[in-house]
């Protein structure tokens, strides 16, 4: 079915509210599940924008992308907007977001020592001029499921979720967990409050049967693991 010249084009929308472009000036990353939807889609209906449309598909599944890309064409064109061709395109952007992560599966990163977590994370905060706190979630065989910034702060700390934490970990089925985060400052010292989120992470952790192995403090050209310090909780 033809789009109705009344329908909600991304064109239509003021600069700050497209997505396609708010890709290219913030990227990728900047926009949400259902903006980058609704650039697939390009329009909505006569009665809602892409995004709201986007948001309405994505809420049928739960908002759990894993739970869309399983939804049948036949079963995405039950919306109201979306025909056969925008059904398509949605499941063919899922379809290959499937088989990315099935190559990065193949490609996972194991973690031995805290050399190994040092190697992978120093390239994305060490040298970072803010603080920023990482998740590394692991499997049985301690080969990295996912990495996931939790917070970003200023230079003198940032503040963790526990509950974010343990959700993601029960959501990737993460069976271990290694926290990282940078010191700008480039001391490798702990501080007080270091040491406080880590035990509070282990212990809420353990209640649900996931181990968190180490945490590393990141610099520039240097680490600190409590594991390797022994002082882990």
């Known amino acids: 079915m033809s789009e109705s010249s009344n329908s909600f084009s991304i064109k239509q929308w003021s600069q700050d509210d497209q997505p396609r472009e708010k890709l290219r000036d913030k990227g990728k990353s900047s926009l949400s599940d259902a903006e980058l939807v609704a650039i697939l889609i390009g329009s909505g209906s006569r009665d809602e924008s892409a995004v709201d449309l986007s948001k309405r598909i994505l809420a049928s599944a739960g908002n759990n992308l894993n739970a869309l890309g399983k939804l049948s064409l036949k079963q995405l064109q039950e919306f109201k907007g979306i025909g056969e061709a925008k059904a398509i395109t949605i499941a063919a952007a899922l379809e290959l977001g499937r088989r990315r992560k099935l190559e990065e599966a193949l490609k996972q990163e194991k973690i031995t020592s805290s050399r190994d977590v040092y190697d992978i994370m120093q390239p994305v905060i060490g040298e970072l001029p803010h603080e920023e706190f990482w998740i590394l979630y692991l499997n049985n065989s301690n080969k990295v499921l996912q990495k996931q910034q939790l917070s970003k702060g200023g230079i003198t700390g940032t503040m963790v979720d526990v509950r974010l934490v343990l959700k993601y970990a029960l959501e990737v089925g993460a069976v271990a967990l290694v926290l990282c985060h940078n010191h700008p ?14 035990k509070k992470l282990s212990a809420a952790a353990l209640s649900l049967d996931i181990k968190v192995l180490d945490h590393l403090i990141i610099t520039e050209t240097a680490y600190f693991s409590f594991a390797d310090e022994t002082i882990m909780p």
């Open 185 to 198: 400052s480039g001391t490798l010292k702990p501080s007080e409050a270091d040491r406080l989120i880590t």
